[in-house]
């Protein structure tokens, strides 16, 4: 059995250095995705849309610093501007799974991770001054 890589979701645009290698060569992103390609990361297919981005492109990659080689390696052959987000399957996790992922969040966002961690209701108040 083959094992399955984790998904990445790039989106993309072209730079102005891109915008020039596009029109002098049309196949310059399906080019640029094959040269890249490693043993540990690989760009799967992409998509030109309307919008904030030019470009959409699915990738797998074994691990982050694998899918960030991929990431930075077409970037510079193709000229984009890419923003890589880790895809997972909605309803791959368990109820406990989701509720750690969200400790883990607040966690590293200073939140309350917890109902014995919440503040008593009246501490988002403004001091009264002295007398």
């Known amino acids: ?4 890589m984790p998904l990445y979701v790039m989106l993309a645009n072209f730079t102005e250095r891109g915008r020039s290698m596009a ?3 049309p196949n310059l992103l399906g080019e640029a995705a094959t040269s890249v390609e490693t043993m540990s990361s690989k760009v799967l297919t992409q998509y030109a849309v309307l919008g904030r981005y030019d470009f959409v492109i699915i990738t797998e990659a074994a691990d982050n610093q694998s899918v960030v080689r991929l990431s930075l390696d077409l970037a510079n052959q193709a000229g984009l501007n890419i923003e890589t987000l880790p895809a997972l399957p909605i309803g791959v996790l368990s109820d ?3 509720l750690s992922l ?3 969040a607040a966690v590293a966002m200073n939140l309350p991770a917890g109902p014995d961690e919440t503040p008593e209701p009246d501490d988002w ?3 009264d001054e002295p007398d």
Do not use: A, K, S, T
């Open 1 to 4: 059995m083959v094992p399955i």
């Open 23 to 25: 029109q002098e060569n």
């Open 96 to 98: 406990e799974e989701h």
């Open 102 to 104: 969200l400790r883990d």
């Open 125 to 127: 108040r403004i001091p």
